[in-house]
């Protein structure tokens, strides 16, 4: 087994990054909603000239906000995991997820091998 301690300092800094980016989405999320309920339709995104807009870039930061959390998830598993001694072990097949891709993505659960069959 590798040293953990660079992908422990790799995965806080994510997670600083990820929870700064999920904060500001949120933000923009907020921003939206605020100014869609004051606006000339009354937040009515059906009869909004720019409802169908404002309707897309809501969804679009939404969709963005819920992989921010799911990225957070991963990074918190992987610390968990790196505390318990199984950081590189696949939390599929048991096998070894590999020095490249925990160097690539500090973040993996699985192997390239579990990865490719989930697709």
């Known amino acids: 087994m590798t040293d953990p301690g660079p992908a422990q300092l790799r995965l806080t800094?994510?997670?600083?990054?990820?929870?700064?980016?999920?904060?500001?989405?949120?933000?923009?999320?907020?921003?939206?909603?605020?100014?869609?309920?004051?606006?000339?339709?009354?937040?009515?995104?059906?009869?909004?000239?720019?409802?169908?807009?404002?309707?897309?870039?809501?969804?679009?930061?939404?969709?963005?906000?819920?992989?921010?959390?799911?990225?957070?998830?991963?990074?918190?598993a992987a610390v968990a995991k790196i505390d318990s001694g199984v950081y590189e072990i696949c939390d599929m097949c048991g096998g070894e997820i590999g020095e490249e891709r925990l160097a690539a993505r500090p973040s993996s659960l699985i192997c390239v091998r579990c990865a490719a069959r989930r697709r």
């Open 13 to 76: 800094a994510d997670r600083d990054e990820t929870l700064d980016r999920l904060a500001e989405l949120e933000r923009d999320f907020a921003a939206i909603v605020t100014s869609a309920s004051e606006g000339s339709a009354g937040g009515d995104d059906e009869h909004d000239p720019e409802g169908a807009t404002v309707a897309f870039e809501r969804q679009h930061i939404a969709a963005l906000a819920a992989q921010a959390r799911d990225h957070l998830a991963a990074i918190d």
